[in-house]
């Protein structure tokens, strides 16, 4: 039986389709999908990755580093919003997310409206290993929103979405957040 409900082509006729599934895992409640294809072979690797994220909550150490990796993206863009001082209302939010999270909350719990994006990987012989993009919407980057990479169990990324896939090389995934000492 399938995870995902009302599947349809997207309405920029893109060759996409897009629907809802019942999300157990990060988020909890009715989540948005998109596959970036609309073949038999990307609904099935869909299912897949459906089942994998709706585990991510069993990984504590994947979870450990989202939260790591989300807490140095906060930090960061924080010091580059209140350093221009022309965007008071991205500063007046973060610092309400930082409240949350130094009263030890989640930081997922700040974000909002996920949707899962599925790719099948290019080399066919790949399509028997998970990856998806989580995107969100995010108090600290509102123009970007949030992205969260996972390929298998590793976490490959976690920054502004910048259109990057699972299937990227790792140079493709480089913050600057993540060298500095950003998790005050």
């Known amino acids: 039986m399938s995870e995902i409900r009302d599947l ?11 629907g809802t ?5 990060l988020f909890q409640g009715e989540m948005n999908i998109t596959i970036f ?10 299912e897949k ?12 150490k994947v979870l450990d580093e989202i ?14 919003w209140k350093a221009m001082e022309i965007y008071d209302d ?16 989640q930081l997922l719990s700040c974000l909002s409206h996920p949707r899962l994006y599925v790719e099948l990987p290019e080399e066919e012989d790949a399509a028997t290993e998970i990856g ?15 992205s969260i990479i996972i390929r298998g169990d590793e976490l490959r990324y976690v920054g502004p979405s910048e259109g990057n896939t699972p299937w990227d090389d790792e140079e493709e995934y480089y913050c600057i957040w993540n060298d500095k000492d950003n998790g005050k």
């Open 8 to 18: 349809k082509p997207d309405i920029n006729e893109m060759g996409w389709l897009e």
């Open 21 to 25: 599934f019942d999300s157990r895992s």
């Open 37 to 46: 294809d609309d073949s038999d072979e990307s609904r099935e690797y869909a």
């Open 49 to 60: 990755c459906i089942e994998h994220y709706n585990n991510l909550n069993t990984n504590q």
């Open 67 to 80: 939260q790591q990796k989300l807490s140095a993206f906060m930090f960061y863009m924080y010091d580059e």
């Open 90 to 105: 991205i500063v007046t939010d973060t610092e309400k997310t930082i409240e949350v999270y130094k009263s030890g909350k």
């Open 132 to 146: 998806y993009c989580i995107e969100t919407e995010c108090p600290w980057e509102p123009e970007h929103q949030c």
